[in-house]
């Protein structure tokens, strides 16, 4: 794919924003739903309970018992 630089995006205007008191911040984002699909085909759509009880079965396997 090939990457076009815009030009709106000039160093002068972020300096002139920076400069008259704007501030860049880093958001935070929320984690995934565990339960969404992110296989291709499904995507978005929500795991059906037989699924999830699979996922919750195969969890429990992988932890060490005590």
């Known amino acids: 794919m090939k990457q076009v630089i815009k030009e709106t995006t000039d160093e002068e205007l ?3 924003f920076l400069e008259k008191g704007g501030k860049v911040n880093v958001g935070k984002t929320k984690p995934m739903p565990s339960d ?8 978005g759509n929500k795991m059906t309970k037989e ?7 195969m969890e429990e396997a992988r932890k060490p018992k005590r």
């Open 36 to 43: 969404l699909g992110i296989s291709n085909n499904s995507w």
């Open 51 to 57: 699924e999830k009880a699979a996922v919750k079965a």
């Open 14 to 16: 972020i300096k002139q």
